[in-house]
């Protein structure tokens, strides 16, 4: 089945109040948990399903106190563009592995945080 570029595409508008927001935000979250499978099929994540929607979860919870209206409009912006990208498949598997960084390689510790640091652990 061939994917249009404007099959996940969603029109910019503004929220009417709160009770439109958390509806579009709660739609939003759904899209997501529902793609979760997908995702980890198209970008070959080697994570389970599960762990994928935890982060989506954490990535959500992360603008739970978000109190500005406008803020919100503009998060959900951001997560439409989001979301047509990756089911879209114009992202990389890198660009979705960036969010597992704990789980991903050797985590934040990519490189040492000082010279001495790196050479006791035997790196050069």
């Given at each position: 089945m061939a994917i249009s570029p404007t099959q996940f595409a969603v029109t910019t508008r503004q929220s009417?109040?709160?009770?439109d927001a958390r509806s579009r935000v709660l739609t939003a979250y759904r899209a997501w948990i529902?793609?979760?499978p997908e995702i980890?099929?198209?970008y070959s994540i080697p994570q389970p399903?599960?762990?994928i929607r935890t982060r989506i979860r954490q990535e959500f919870e992360r603008h739970?106190?978000?109190?500005k209206l406008p803020v919100v409009d503009m998060l959900l912006l951001q997560n439409n563009a989001d979301y047509?990208?990756?089911m879209n498949f114009w992202?990389?598997?890198?660009?979705?592995?960036?969010?597992?960084?704990?789980?991903?390689?050797?985590g934040e510790k990519?490189?040492?945080?000082?010279?001495?640091?790196g050479f006791l652990e035997g790196r050069n």
């Open positions: 009417a109040n709160w009770a529902r793609a979760a980890q099929t198209m399903v599960s762990a739970r106190f978000v109190n047509q990208e990756t992202r990389q598997t890198t660009h979705l592995m960036n969010y597992f960084k704990e789980e991903n390689f050797r990519i490189l040492p945080s000082n010279f001495v640091s």
